[in-house]
Nanobody
Framework: QVQLVESGGGLVQPGGSLRLSCAASGMIFSTYAMDWHRQAPGKQRELVAS???????NYADSVKGRFTISRDNAKNTVYLQMDSLKPEDTAVYYCNAKYFALSYWGQGTQVTVSL
């Protein structure tokens, strides 16, 4: 079955960087569009960044210029490089894979930005 496993979260100071990874299995990874979403306590889940099967990217306004999404189809992995982190970036980050009506989610990884 399809599995998405996120890693790379943790505690970082404001202005710092983290790189999240999402390793996929049980699917033809290269055909899926991949997204990163996040959910902060008491808030709705929001789309952070997306990358199509062809490599086109899109970002939420709140992270443009600071976050970079990329994919390595040979490794079945999507990444989210997060730079210049702010306390408001604190959230659980989720990986999502989409192919037409199919949608799969990972379990999430916690990112905390704090002194």
């Amino acid at each position: 079955q399809v599995q998405l496993v996120e890693s790379g979260g943790g505690l970082v100071q404001p202005g710092g960087s983290l790189r999240l990874s999402c390793a996929a299995s049980g699917m033809i990874f290269s055909t899926y569009a991949m997204d990163w979403h996040r959910q902060a306590p008491g808030k709705q889940r929001e789309l952070v960044a997306s990358i199509t099967s062809g490599g086109s990217t899109n970002y939420a306004d709140s992270v443009k210029g600071r976050f970079t999404i990329s994919r390595d189809n040979a490794k079945n992995t999507v990444y989210l490089q997060m730079d210049s982190l702010k306390p408001e970036d604190t959230a659980v980050y989720y990986c999502n894979a989409k192919y037409f009506a199919l949608s799969y989610w990972g379990q999430g990884t916690q990112v905390t930005v704090s002194l």
